[in-house]
C-alpha cells in the first residue's frame, strides 16, 4: 500500500439553511447554483469524512474522479495495478489519501485490497468501479484471451470488488453509493468494441438490479456512461476512429476526464440520495438513450 494512513470514519454531509437559492461547488471548483424546494429548503453538500474507493484509479477517469472526490474532502482509497500511476496520484492528491496495487482481475487479490483498505480507513462510503480496457479490432479477428481478459476486468472485476466490500458494509448496516462506470458503447453498441460493449452492457443491468436489491440498504447503485474521452485509452484507439468520433459528437470535442468525473461526484454526493439504479450519458450529445 502507498501511505499515507488514517483511519477514518465517515458520512456524506450536509448542510440545511433557508435561503431561497444556495450554491456550492462541484468538487473542481466550479459554483454551482440550485433553486431551492417549495419548502425553502436548501442544502450544501460536503464529501468530508467521506471515505471513497477509486478503482483505475492511475490514470484518466479514475484518476480525475480520485482528485475530484479529494477537492471535496473525501479520503480516498486509490486502486489500480499500476504503482507508478497509483503513487503519481496519491502525491497529487495528498491528505490522508492512500494507494493500493492490485489485479482487478485476481478475486484473491481483490479481498485482501479490501481488507487493506477497512483496516486503514475503516468502511468506505463510495465506492467507484472505473478500472477498465479496450483493443479495438473486427469481432472475428478477437481471440478467446480478449474475451476472458475483457469479463474479468471490465465486468467481474466490478462485481467481485462490488460484492467483496458488501459483506461488511451490509453487516454494519453501513449506507453507501456505489458508482460503475460503463460506457456508452454498452448503451449503443460500438464497432470494434463487439464484447467490450457486451462487458460495459453487462455493468450496465448489473447496476440496475443491485440497485433494486441494496436500497432497503440505504445503498444506492448507478452508472455513468463517457462517451469518448481524451485519456490513454481513447489515445490507444485507431486514428480514423478517433477523428470520425469528435466529427460525430454535438459539443464537438472530447470529454476530458472531469467531466466525467463531476457526473460521478454527484452520484456519489447527497444530492443524489433519491437516485438509484441510473444510467447517466457524459457524451457531449453523442448518444441520446432513453
Ligand atoms: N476513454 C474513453 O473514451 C472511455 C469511454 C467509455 C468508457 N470508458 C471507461 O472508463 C474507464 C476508465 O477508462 P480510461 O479512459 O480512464 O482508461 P485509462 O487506460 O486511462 O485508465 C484505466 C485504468 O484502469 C487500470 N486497469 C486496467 N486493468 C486493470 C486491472 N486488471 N486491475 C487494476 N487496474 C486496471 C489501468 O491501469 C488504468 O490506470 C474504463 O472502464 C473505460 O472502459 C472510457
Not at 284 to 290: K, P, Q, R
Request: some cysteine.
Amino acid at each position: 500500500m502507498i501511505p499515507p494512513l488514517v483511519p477514518g470514519a465517515s458520512q456524506t454531509h450536509w448542510r440545511q439553511t433557508n435561503q431561497q437559492d444556495w450554491s456550492s461547488t462541484d468538487g473542481l471548483g466550479n459554483a454551482v447554483r440550485f433553486a431551492s424546494s417549495g419548502a425553502g429548503k436548501v442544502a450544501e453538500m460536503e464529501l468530508g469524512n467521506t471515505v471513497a474507493v477509486v478503482t483505475g484509479a492511475a490514470s484518466g477517469i479514475g484518476r480525475a474522479v480520485a482528485e475530484a472526490m479529494a477537492t471535496a474532502g473525501a479520503t480516498v482509497a486509490a486502486v489500480d495495478r499500476d504503482a507508478d500511476g497509483l503513487a503519481d496520484t496519491v502525491r497529487a492528491i495528498g491528505g490522508a489519501s492512500s494507494g493500493h496495487q492490485a489485479d482487478l482481475a485476481d478475486k484473491d487479490a481483490i479481498l485482501a485490497m479490501r481488507d487493506e483498505v477497512i483496516a486503514a480507513h475503516g468502511l468506505p462510503d463510495v465506492i467507484v468501479n472505473a478500472a477498465g480496457f479496450d483493443r479495438v479490432e473486427p469481432f472475428m479477428q478477437n481471440d478467446d484471451a480478449l474475451w476472458e481478459s475483457l469479463a474479468a476486468v471490465n465486468f467481474l472485476g466490478p462485481v467481485r470488488l462490488t460484492h467483496a466490500f458488501l459483506e461488511p458494509i451490509l453487516a454494519a448496516e453501513h449506507p453507501a453509493k456505489i458508482v460503475n462506470i460503463a460506457s456508452d458503447a454498452g448503451r449503443v453498441g460500438s464497432v470494434g468494441e463487439t464484447v467490450y460493449a457486451g462487458t460495459k452492457g453487462g455493468l450496465i443491468a448489473f447496476t440496475k438490479s443491485l440497485a433494486r436489491e441494496m436500497a432497503r440498504h440505504r445503498i444506492n447503485v448507478n452508472c455513468v456512461c463517457p462517451g469518448p474521452t481524451d485519456t490513454p485509452l481513447f489515445a490507444s484507439l485507431p486514428e480514423k476512429l478517433r477523428e470520425g468520433l469528435v466529427r460525430a459528437i454535438p459539443l464537438r470535442r472530447l470529454a476530458t476526464p472531469q467531466d466525467v468525473a463531476g457526473a460521478v461526484l454527484f452520484f456519489a454526493s447527497g444530492h443524489a440520495d433519491y437516485i438509484t439504479g441510473q444510467v447517466l450519458s457524459v457524451s457531449g450529445g453523442l448518444t441520446m438513450a432513453g
